[in-house]
């Protein structure tokens, strides 16, 4: 418990000097510049004006805050961190590993896990997907899947182009949600629209999340957009042009990855910020729910 300077609990010495508050038999002249209580050499550490005790700068990094307050932020809050592509290198590697995976134990194991509504499987003799089975984990579960190298290539290399400024902007945990709401909102929009009996797969949904992020971003620091407003708008050809490609996942990640991140970047400084930001998350996935509620309602 805090003592206040001069009070008659304040550790004396045997010349009526202070004792240190640690070290009683320590007569000392100098104090905690921030609560004022007696340090003696021993105890005292050196802070920008004065000197403080270890209780203070151990409980509030010699601030008057919360230990965690005088951390470094990214512009939405985040802690900035050595590795500001962490998490973009762990996806990929996950994305990698699935593939290598699915390549070893061939079709079986991609029809597991692919997003479907609802099917007829004639090898295992019975219905699969979500919608028949109550799969849900193929809603997520297929935004790990790839079935082609190229697919997988040109994924991976928008994930590290796009995903190391929006990890390095946003922070570890802010991108990790903006991905999983991105893909699973991807994922949505096709359950909601596709036929039935029509697999999906890949990390395009959450890409396509990246992308508008990205836009979003670039937009709130004022950056030149031209670059990746190109970029996007061949993909957006290539997604409507190209046959056998869920165009349902690249609108549906678009739109819901776009949303996350205007939350984030757009929250307001203050105690209200995560909340807003993880409220926008929140929102999304709502919306994500409803629609798998009504497609599930109509096809059972």
Known sequence: MDQAPGSPQEPQ????????????????????????????????????????????????????????????RTMAGGAVTSDPRLVTKILIGINAAV?????????????????????????????????AEDEWYRLLTSVFLHAEIWHIF??????WWLGGPLEEALGRVRFLALYLVSGLAGSALTYLIAEPNQGSLGASGAIYGLFGAMIVLMRRMRYDLRPVVALLAINLVITFVAPGIAWEAHVGGLVGGALVAYGMVHAPKGRWRTPVQFGSCALVLLIAVVLIAVRTAELT
């Open 13 to 72: 010495g045997t010349h009526g000097v202070p004792g240190c508050y640690r070290h009683p038999d320590r007569e000392t002249g100098i104090r905690c510049t921030r609560c004022e209580r007696p340090i003696c050499t021993d105890c005292m550490v050196s802070a920008s004006v004065g000197f403080q005790c270890p209780d203070c700068v151990r409980t509030g990094s010699g601030t008057g805050h919360a230990p965690g307050a005088s951390m470094p």
């Open 99 to 131: 593939f290598v995976v699915g390549l070893a134990l061939g079709d079986d194991f991609l029809n597991r896990l692919t997003l479907i509504a609802g099917a007829f499987d004639r090898e295992l003799g019975e219905p699969v997907g979500v919608a």
């Open 154 to 159: 040109f994924n991976m290399l928008l994930l």
